[in-house]
C-alpha cells in the first residue's frame, strides 16, 4: 500500500522533474489512492509545502552536502528537511521514513544528512531563501509593496483556506469579490474574456445575467461548460482568442477580462508558479494583456462596463495599462478588504487572507 510520503515523493517528481502542476497532479494521484483522509491530508501538506520552501530546504541540507546528489536522492532530501524544519515532524519519524524513500545505494547518506540537520540549527544567509522564493520576486514585492513585502510573501507559504460560494464551487474569496465588483445585473448581456476554468462565468450567471464565456484554450473552455453545467446553469462558451473575439462593436453591457498574468498573488495556491515564472515571462504577459484589454473594450456598449483584474499585485499588470479610448475610470470605492491603488483596488494576500488581486473598472462614455 502506497504511504502518504511515498505518494507525497511520487508527485514532486512529476511536478519538478515532469513539469506538472502540483494542484493537478496531486488531486488526480488522490483520487485514485487508498489513503485514508488524514493521510491525504498529510501528503497533500508534504507535497505543497515541499514544494513552495523547495529553496529553503535546500539550503537547510547543503550545509551537510559536498557533493550533489542524484535527482531522486536530492527529492528525499528536500521531504525530510521540509518535515523536520517546517511540518513539526518528530525527528525519528521524519529520518527513518526519509531513508525508506531513498535510493537503497544512498539510504546511509541521508541518514547522516538528516540527523545532522534535525540537530543543528538553521541560521538563514538571507531573506530570499528564509522565504523560499527566488530573488526577483522579493525584489518585486519590495518595490510594490514597501514595508509589507515580507508579510505578504510568508503569508503566502501558508495553506490557504478552501472557500465554497453558497451554491457549493470551490472559488477563492478574491474570485468571488471580482464577481461582486462587476455587478452584472438580469438580463444584461455579460462576455467573460478569459473564462477558464469558469468560476467567475458561473458567478455572474448566478446574478441572472446571460453570461457567454470565452476562452483561448479548448481544455479551459470545456471546463467552464461542465462547471456551468454542473450547476445547472445556460453558460455558452466558445473557444476564442481574447485578442481577435468574434463578436460585434458594443454587443455587451458588461466585459469582464480576468486577464492571463505572473499570478503572483496566488502563490499560496499555486506552489510550483514562483519556480516556473520569470521577469521575462511577465513582460510578455504584460504585452499580452494590452492587447486584450483594447480588443475587449470594442465590444464594450455605450454606458457600459469594462472590468480588468489579475491575481497579481504588480502595477505593470494592471493600472499602468492606458485607459481605452472612449472610456473613463471608475474610482469609486470599494468596500474593505479593497484598498485603492492608483486607478484601480487592490487585495493584499495577508490583508484579506485571499489570494492577492487588482481590479480596474472603465465605463464607455463615448465611441
Given at each position: ?7 507525497a ?10 513539469g506538472a502542476?502540483?494542484?493537478?497532479v ?5 483520487r ?8 491525504r ?8 509545502g ?20 542524484d ?7 528536500r ?12 525527528d ?14 544512498t ?24 522565504l ?6 522579493i ?19 501558508t ?7 453558497d ?8 474570485s ?38 470565452a476562452?483561448?484554450s ?31 462593436r ?22 510550483d ?32 462596463r ?8 504588480t502595477?505593470?499588470?494592471s ?19 479593497w ?6 483596488h487592490?487585495?493584499?494576500p ?8 487588482v ?9
Amino acid at each position: 500500500m502506497t504511504s502518504a510520503r511515498r505518494l507525497a515523493v511520487e508527485a514532486l517528481a512529476r511536478i519538478e522533474d515532469g513539469g506538472a502542476y502540483a494542484n493537478l497532479v496531486l488531486p488526480s494521484m488522490l483520487r485514485t489512492s487508498s489513503l485514508s483522509d488524514a493521510d491525504r491530508r498529510f501528503a497533500t501538506e508534504l507535497v505543497y509545502g515541499t514544494t513552495r520552501m523547495r529553496r529553503a530546504c535546500d539550503a537547510v541540507v547543503d550545509r551537510f552536502v559536498t557533493k550533489e546528489p542524484d535527482a531522486v536522492t536530492r527529492r528525499v532530501l528536500r521531504l525530510g528537511a521540509y518535515q523536520l524544519v517546517f511540518a513539526g515532524v518528530p525527528d525519528h519519524a521524519a529520518v527513518s521514513a526519509s531513508v525508506d524513500l531513498a535510493p537503497k545505494s544512498t539510504r546511509s547518506f541521508v541518514n547522516a544528512v538528516l540527523r545532522r540537520v534535525a540537530r543543528t540549527p538553521m541560521v538563514w544567509p538571507d531573506e530570499a531563501i528564509r522565504l523560499s522564493y527566488p530573488d526577483w520576486i522579493i525584489d518585486v514585492f519590495e518595490r510594490e509593496v514597501p514595508g509589507e513585502a515580507t508579510r505578504a510573501l510568508e503569508h503566502m507559504n501558508t495553506a490557504p483556506p478552501v472557500t465554497r460560494r453558497d451554491d457549493g464551487y470551490v472559488q477563492d474569496r478574491a474570485s468571488q469579490m471580482v464577481v461582486d465588483v462587476a455587478a452584472a445585473q438580469p438580463h444584461e448581456r455579460v462576455l467573460d474574456v478569459c473564462a477558464g476554468p469558469g468560476g467567475k462565468s458561473t458567478g455572474l450567471a448566478a446574478s441572472g445575467a446571460h453570461v457567454i464565456g470565452a476562452d483561448v484554450s479548448v481544455t479551459r473552455s470545456a471546463l467552464v461548460a461542465r462547471n456551468a453545467k454542473q450547476l445547472g446553469q445556460n453558460v455558452p462558451v466558445l473557444v476564442a482568442d481574447g485578442r481577435r473575439p468574434p463578436f460585434a462593436r458594443g454587443a455587451f453591457d458588461c466585459v469582464l477580462v480576468d486577464a492571463p498574468c505572473s499570478g503572483l498573488g496566488a502563490l499560496r495556491r499555486r506552489p510550483d508558479a514562483r519556480w516556473r515564472i520569470t521577469p521575462d515571462d511577465v513582460n510578455d504577459l504584460v504585452s499580452l494583456q494590452r492587447e486584450i484589454l483594447a480588443a475587449s473594450a470594442e465590444l464594450v456598449a455605450a454606458g457600459g462596463r469594462l472590468v480588468y483584474s489579475v491575481c497579481t499585485i504588480t502595477a505593470g499588470e494592471s493600472i499602468d495599462h492606458r485607459t481605452p479610448d472612449g472610456f473613463e475610470i471608475d474610482d469609486s470605492e470599494l468596500p474593505e478588504p479593497w484598498q485603492r491603488f492608483g486607478s484601480g483596488h487592490r487585495l493584499l494576500p495577508h490583508v484579506s487572507d485571499t489570494d492577492g488581486m487588482v481590479v480596474v473598472r472603465y465605463r464607455r462614455v463615448h465611441g
